[in-house]
């Protein structure tokens, strides 16, 4: 019999041969596990029988075993690979290993059960112990179990000692709900990246307490010297109750020591598909501006949007496709998207195409400077609503190309403009720029006169009484991230290694991120009656310097150290600060608190249609002087600074 089983286990060996042949240069053969077991259940028999000999007062002597027990044993191994016990990984082993250990130790003891009854009945003679069976029952669980559990626990601190060195400090702001859940899964992750050492608690209820084993320590202090007192390198903030100052503050404190921040997402909002420390954020520039967000009526952008025509000029451009963007998720029933730039073009094409598969939108390469093209876009397609985005922004370009500007800002602003009125689109909504308030620069006198252009047809749509279109416009300061603004340039010159360039120490500006900016262009659209330029509260104004310390602080450096900063000069055209207002400007208020609407005068559509017709003619003639001359005519409160236009300022009574 003992030979029919051996010969029954080899079978199953054979037959399960590719199953245990498990290759992998990071875990454990499932062969050799399987002759761990079978070593523990030797093992566990031994004891048993030392056991049983205490117990019934024997002395015990032999170390062998008896052909009785070995078939005990075999039994356990076969069930074993009937159960596929060895398939775990030892260092990921759970209660479902335990439950399968269990099964299989079950099945040993009823099949042992019925040989023996089955030996008894045909011999009439007992072929083991009955309490023996369950003792070795009992005893190889524990062995089994327990290993793992050693193995495992083994593993983790090895582990843990081995990721030491490599893993980050960090200290966790927050005790709510939140706090923990993050810190329970990073220190859960494999492989793991941080090492949390504590929480901070600003309120002080919890001092003297723990969670998860860790100290709650009250924030009596700043940030930083909690982080020096713990060896932290890193904060994780956590708590979602914290207020844009409290949460500045804190960034301030920990950058001005050069310590890193991170920004950990909710639990509520973690793909569960990636891992929790790749969504574990740094701390960028957008977190530690000194400006509450935004907060927009969506029910009437919608209203707004919603199965229309949406025609976007510039469309490829940083705030054109943000706006594009924007205005897909609202589901209107066209979504025309136009520029000139053919790779941008085709990028935002991509992206819509992925992110919106349903839209039914249309890609147009076309020149806003080009009316003909326009009207031909016009007739095809009939835009209920048009978002004017395309345009020229870069001052000291355009101070160098003053007809481009002529060209690009006026004259594809009036373009659209005309078209928008002739075809009688509902609403016409032009981005502009809080630099075309008192213009210091050839591209912010170009802004201001397509507003006075904008405005003067608004006048003429009033009288009338056959067109309704409604002309808007949105004005706001600089906009981090957008195509050749100061962010992007100083994040560039970090990688090169510094320095950074500013081009005077002093210099202020306001800034916005660019989905803010284009939410706004979008609500301006809903709430503007026409005629209106809505303005709005951008907070408090950043002095440039501040900002490259920050932004180099945030790349891990340390201002005037690692990373230089360099004062190159005004550039032409460049004010210290922007304006949002004139002088001769006043405000209305809306009913969102953030947004206002500004007062200024208004032009006769006659006389600044003729004012940029002679425009026009000059900037054909390439005489920078004579075009420049022109516009400063048209806004006598166009000011050069530091530029050669300068000149013709004190002509301009």
């Known amino acids: 019999m003992l030979k029919q089983l051996k010969q029954a286990l080899i079978q199953v060996l054979k037959s399960t041969k590719k199953k245990i042949d498990f290759k992998n240069v990071n875990y454990l053969p499932r062969w050799a596990i399987l002759c761990f077991d079978s070593i523990i259940l030797i093992m566990s028999l031994f004891f048993t029988k030392i056991i049983v000999s205490k117990i019934q007062k024997a002395a015990f002597f032999s170390l062998g075993f008896s052909n009785e027990e070995l078939i005990i044993v075999l039994l356990n191994i076969l069930f074993f690979i009937l159960f596929r016990t060895y398939a775990g990984l030892i260092r990921h082993s759970t209660f479902i290993d335990a439950a399968k250990f269990f099964l299989a130790t079950t099945a040993t003891i009823l099949a042992a059960i019925s040989i023996y009854y089955g030996y008894l009945l045909i011999l009439g003679d007992e072929l083991f112990s009955i309490p023996q069976l ?85 924030l009596k202090r700043k940030t930083a010297v909690l982080l020096r007192i713990f060896n932290a390198q890193a904060l994780i903030i956590a708590d979602g109750t914290l207020t844009k100052e409290e949460n500045i503050k804190i960034v301030d404190s920990c950058l001005e020591h050069n310590y890193k921040v991170f920004r950990a997402p909710l639990i509520s909002d973690i793909e569960t598909t990636t891992n929790l420390s790749n969504q574990i954020q740094k701390i960028q520039i957008e977190d530690i501006l000194e400006r509450d967000p935004i907060k927009l009526d969506n029910k009437l952008v919608a209203k707004e949007i919603f199965n229309k025509c949406i025609l976007v000029t510039g469309g490829a451009g940083s705030i054109g496709s943000e706006i594009v963007r924007q205005v897909a998720s609202y589901k209107p029933s066209k979504l025309l998207i136009l520029d000139q730039a053919e790779s941008p073009l085709y990028n935002i094409q991509l992206e819509i195409k992925q992110n919106f598969p349903d839209l039914n939108y249309e890609a147009i390469i076309a020149d806003v400077r080009k009316v003909e093209v326009l009207e031909d876009i016009f007739k095809k397609y009939k835009p209920q609503v048009v978002y004017h985005a395309a345009a020229y922004k870069h001052v000291p370009l355009m101070e160098r190309h003053p007809s481009e500007a002529i060209f690009a800002n006026i004259l594809g602003s009036k373009n659209v403009a005309d078209l928008s009125y002739k075809f009688k689109v509902e609403k016409f909504v032009m981005v502009s720029t809080d630099k075309a308030v008192n213009p210091s620069n050839v591209m912010g006198a170009s802004k201001r006169i397509a507003e006075i252009y904008v405005q003067a047809l608004q006048n003429k749509a009033i009288l009338d009484t056959k067109n309704k279109t409604q002309f808007v416009t949105t004005r706001f300061g600089n906009v981090l991230g957008s195509n050749g603004s100061v962010v992007p340039l100083f994040k560039r010159q970090i990688e090169e290694g510094g320095p950074l360039t500013i081009t005077h120490p002093d210099i202020i500006r306001y800034f916005m991120t660019i989905p803010e900016a284009c939410q706004l262009v979008l609500e301006a659209g809903a709430m503007g009656n026409g005629g209106e330029i809505f303005i709005f509260d951008m907070g408090k104004a950043v002095k440039i310097i501040d900002l490259a310390k920050k932004i180099i602080r945030l790349a891990g450096f340390t201002p005037y150290k690692e990373i230089d900063i360099k004062v190159v000069g005004l550039r032409p055209g460049e004010k210290l600060y922007e304006e949002l207002l004139s002088d001769k400007s006043t405000t209305l208020p809306t009913y969102n608190e953030k947004i206002m609407i500004a007062k200024v005068e208004n032009c006769s559509h006659l006389q600044i249609n003729k004012d940029i017709q002679e425009l026009l003619l000059l900037a054909k003639e390439e005489d920078k002087n004579i075009m420049v001359k022109k516009m400063k005519e048209i806004v006598p409160e166009f000011l050069s600074m530091n530029s050669d236009f300068e000149v013709f300022d004190k002509k301009i009574v």
Request: with cysteine; proline share 2%.
């Open 134 to 218: 369950f003792i070795y029952s009992i005893v190889s669980f524990c062995g089994l179990f327990l290993f793992r559990i050693m193995v495992k626990q083994v593993f983790e601190v090895y582990q843990r000692y081995s990721e030491s060195e490599a893993n980050l400090n960090v200290l966790i702001y927050g005790t709510d709900e939140n706090a923990i859940a993050i810190a329970s899964a990073l220190r859960s992750e494999k492989p793991s990246r941080y090492k949390v050492l504590g929480f901070i608690d600003k309120e002080g209820k919890n001092k003297s307490k723990e969670i998860l084993g860790l100290p709650i320590i009250f």
